[in-house]
């Protein structure tokens, strides 16, 4: 019930195109959905994050989708950049279990020039 | 930039040995955690703390221990490593009600011979 399912493992894009990585969730109780951004030698760094209250939300070129009855969420770069490369990963975490979150397996994105 | 830190950042040391991981954070964070995070990406929550004097283990099984005794400082010990202890260990602070705006440290990589 806790566990964050994400895909694709690795994923190559052209410049320009459109990134697109899936989560799925299984615990009804979440209500807090995370994207991270991690490049190499770093932490991960937050980048955008949904509640479940609304079905999407964008920010700059990074849009997340979030399906409830399907409970899954989905993170859209448009127009992705090289500097885009990086390991993405989703989370779910419910407020109430005091700020745990649970991370997907990681998505490896690199943007082609 | 990085309000969290983590020494060493790389450590070899060979099996059997004792060792600390060092984490503190300058944000005034209660709440911290430690991750593990495998060659293949994906984060395991090992311990977390709600503030001084509280400290939980995680999802995933370590022979690690942890300490608060001061809220900026959560540092994480074995005391015997092994080889399996291999991995990164990523440290993260977020403040209650923060909505799970993780800080992540840049981590320490551990190689146990």
């Known amino acids: 019930q806790q566990q964050v399912k994400q895909s694709p493992q690795s994923l190559i894009v052209q410049k320009g195109g459109i990134s697109i990585i899936n989560c799925a969730y299984e615990?009804?109780?979440?209500?807090?959905f995370p994207w991270y951004q991690q490049f190499p030698g770093k932490g991960p760094a937050l980048l955008i994050a949904i509640r479940p209250d609304v079905s999407e939300k964008k920010e700059g070129r990074f849009t997340i989708s979030f399906n409830k009855s399907a409970k899954q969420f989905s993170l859209h770069i448009m127009d992705s950049q090289p500097g885009d490369s990086a390991t993405y990963f989703c989370a779910a975490g419910n407020y109430n279990q005091g700020g745990k979150l649970i991370f997907g397996q990681g998505t490896e994105l690199s943007v082609k020039p | 930039e990085a309000d969290i830190y983590q020494t060493p950042r790389y450590l070899v040391i060979g099996t059997g040995k004792k060792i600390t991981l060092e984490c503190s954070q300058t944000m005034g964070h209660d709440k911290m955690y430690w991750y593990q995070q495998d060659p293949g990406m994906e984060l395991h929550l090992i311990h977390y703390?709600?503030?001084?004097?509280?400290?939980e283990k995680g999802d995933l099984s370590s022979e690690s221990t942890v300490s608060r005794i001061r809220t900026e400082h959560f540092p994480l010990t074995l005391e015997s490593a092994r080889p399996s202890h291999t991995s990164q260990y990523l440290c993260?602070?977020?403040?209650?009600?923060?909505?799970?705006?993780?800080?992540f440290g840049s981590g320490t990589r551990l190689t146990v011979v």
């Open positions: 615990n009804t109780a979440f209500d807090y």
């Open positions: 703390s709600y503030g001084v004097n509280s400290t």
């Open positions: 993260a602070s977020s403040v209650r009600g923060s909505n799970y705006g993780y800080t």
